[in-house]
């Protein structure tokens, strides 16, 4: 793996947000989710799909503090507009298992 500076890291604009809404995306070509996250007044309300359907359902979602990178580009996932990467970590299987703060925080923090 090639090394970036920290100018490049500072470039990726990782954010916690609330999961407000989640439904199954079942016309997905893996099984996905689709979300609805809050990262507070700065950046407001995101869509995006996720592919964590081994670990997690649509009516534990909403709530939960996720991690997520909010200045890619929009991207086109089949019908829905994802409009920002949720991350996780694959398990032992290759399941995602998403990454979260593990005390409470204000959303819309930048992660650094």
Do not use: C
Request: hydrophobic fraction near 40%; glycine fraction near 8%; avoid cysteine.
């Amino acid at each position: 793996m090639s090394s970036i500076s920290f100018d490049d890291f500072l470039k990726v604009d990782i954010r916690v947000g609330k999961v407000v809404r989640a439904e199954p995306y079942p016309e997905a070509r893996k099984p996905a989710f689709k979300l609805w996250i809050d990262f507070g007044p700065e950046i407001g309300e995101k869509r995006s799909s996720a592919q964590i359907t081994k670990h997690y359902d649509v009516d534990t979602l909403p709530g939960r503090h996720v991690m997520a990178v909010v200045n890619f580009p929009p991207r086109q996932i089949g019908k829905f507009m994802s409009e920002v990467l949720v991350l996780g970590v694959p398990d032992a299987d290759g399941e995602v298992v998403l990454l979260a703060p593990d005390q409470d925080v204000p959303i819309g923090g930048r992660m650094h």
